[in-house]
């Protein structure tokens, strides 16, 4: 997940408490698919302890924290992800389509923290008018918001083994199914291929973002300003 920082707006703090912010959301993504697995017959992430919103179990030292941290000093954004919860497919009912399910809660818990964020920002700035976007609790929500936009329409990305991947293995006929999923131990340089040598794709996913973003934002102004 990638994630421009406007550093002037949000200051060393703000930036600091948006990263808090992100490292939280992508533990309750990680949550999401262990809470999902458990109702479907799979309570591996949860025995392990990954059904917690505490982000320390779903820290990954490298993904978590040592990736963003140079992304941000180096290049001004953030990009990073979390340990990636146990899924054991064989003990669903109905594995593809349980683990499609699973796949999904991932995102869904980002865009219901997107809606929060947006929300919240509404009601502070709009309808309460404590805050103006020349302080920091408005960009900082704002940004909250908007990272947790990109981290759902990013996992949504159908190739293995992003979350969108497992939607499109339960679509796929079965006699596809298997050579598909082989291409996820090559999913991160596919993904960067695309990035870097297929224009239209990051084209597609920025309008792809920015479109979810509009569609959230609006259902949150109706929270927000009620």
Request: proline fraction near 7%; hydrophobic fraction near 55%; glycine fraction near 6%.
């Amino acid at each position: 997940m990638a994630f421009l920082f406007n550093t002037e707006r949000l200051g060393l703090a703000g930036a600091a408490v948006v990263v808090a912010i992100v490292v939280a959301s992508l533990g309750i993504h990680e949550a999401a698919h262990a809470w999902m697995a458990w109702k479907r017959g799979d309570s591996t992430a949860k025995d392990l302890g990954r059904m917690t919103l505490n982000p320390i179990a779903h820290i990954d030292p490298v993904m978590t924290i040592l990736l963003p941290t140079i992304s941000i000093l180096t290049m001004g954004f953030l990009f990073g992800g979390a340990k990636p919860v146990p899924v054991n497919p064989r003990r669903f009912r109905r594995p593809h389509f349980d683990n499609a399910l699973v796949a999904l809660a991932g995102p869904v818990s980002n865009m219901l923290l997107a809606v929060f964020f947006f929300a919240l920002f509404h009601l502070l700035v709009e309808r309460l008018q404590l805050y103006d976007m020349s302080q920091v609790l408005p960009n900082v929500l704002y940004s909250a918001a908007l990272a947790n936009v990109i981290l759902a329409a990013f996992n949504l990305v159908p190739i293995p083994p992003l979350d969108g991947s497992r939607v499109v293995t339960w679509l796929l006929p079965s006699h596809l199914r298997g050579p598909y999923n082989l291409l996820e131990p090559f999913g991160l340089i596919i993904l960067l291929l695309l990035f870097y040598q297929v224009p239209a794709f990051s084209h597609y996913l920025q309008k792809s973002m920015a479109e979810l973003a509009l569609f959230l934002n609006r259902i949150a102004t109706l929270f927000g300003l009620w």
